[in-house]
């Protein structure tokens, strides 16, 4: 489990990141609202407190940004006499609030039931490096770029990822994404492993699909 705290005082976030590490969790610190952005972003931390008075980009808008290409559980830390900071936050998507001055115990409570509500809640996000889909909202990132897919790249890629370390082979493939019906040839997997190639791989300068010569594809970790 880690955890991005983001506090520009620094006796206060010193203060957090050692009662988590108490409890067990990894943590990671900064200070400034861009440099937080690029953290969350790149990085999948389990969740992220958020202070909103920040310099360089405050609270609100890293939420906003970062909601604009990921989920992660965030908890927006508030001054008491800024009730609209709190209004805006949750309208953005922030999962929870606490208002400074808070007591250590009630952020540590809110911290677990959140990341258990996201837990449970099977968010659906399937990921692989920086390659991430969101099977529910069937957006597919790559770091922060947006990637976009057909109907049938999308299954095909979501059906190698949900068997990632698994080779698959093309019968496989073609049952699972186009189904017994398909009077097609094993061909058009081959067809779209070289669209999704060429959208992500070819643009990326990586290897996300791997060929197994007479075995069919996989996608590793
Ligand atoms: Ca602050």
Redesign the pocket.
């Known amino acids: 489990m880690k955890i991005l705290i983001v506090?520009?005082?620094t006796s206060i976030s010193r203060f957090v990141q050692l009662e988590l590490e108490h409890e067990g969790y990894g943590t990671e610190c900064v200070a400034d609202g861009r440099e937080a952005l690029d953290k969350a972003v790149q990085n999948d931390y389990d969740l992220i407190v958020l202070?909103v008075?920040?310099p360089s980009l405050n609270g609100i808008e890293v939420l906003r940004r970062l909601r604009q290409v990921k989920q992660t559980p965030v908890i927006i830390l508030t001054a008491r006499d800024q009730i609209m900071d709190k209004v805006a936050g949750l309208d953005l998507g922030a999962d929870d609030y606490m208002t400074k001055p808070f007591a250590i115990e009630e952020l540590l409570a809110r911290i677990r039931t959140n990341i258990k509500k996201r837990t449970q809640s099977g968010s659906g996000v399937l990921t692989c490096g920086k390659l991430k889909v969101d099977t529910e909202a069937h957006i597919v990132n790559y770091g922060s770029d947006v990637i976009d897919l057909t109907k049938k790249e999308f299954d095909l890629l979501v059906y190698l990822l949900a068997n990632r370390n698994v080779v698959i082979s093309r019968e496989q493939a073609l049952d699972a994404v186009w189904g017994f019906d398909f009077y097609g040839n094993t061909n058009v997997v081959d067809v779209y492993i070289r669209y999704l190639r060429s959208k992500i791989d070819d643009v990326y300068n990586c290897t996300v699909i791997h060929t197994v010569r007479g075995a069919g594809y996989v996608i590793r970790d």
């Open positions: 506090e520009d005082e202070d008075m920040l």
